[in-house]
């Protein structure tokens, strides 16, 4: 199971974390390494990927 938010194309990096594939655009590749990183989660839907720096109280979901 997966998530696309968008086909993958030319220049994205190519990513595994906890067996999880992770394609990250250019732009987007910015926005998380200014944010500190990604966490990776467990849940009852899956794995889910989070800004390491999201400002989210308890019960929210940044994913």
Do not use: W
Request: proline share 6%; glycine share 12%; hydrophobic share 35%.
């Amino acid at each position: 199971m997966g998530l696309a938010l968008d086909e993958p194309k030319e220049g994205d990096e190519h990513y595994t974390v906890n067996e999880l594939p992770i394609i990250v655009d250019p732009f987007a590749m910015k926005m998380i390494k200014e944010s500190g990183g990604l966490k990776i989660k467990s849940s009852i839907f899956g794995p889910t990927a989070e800004l390491a720096g999201a400002a989210c109280g308890e019960g929210c979901s940044c994913s």
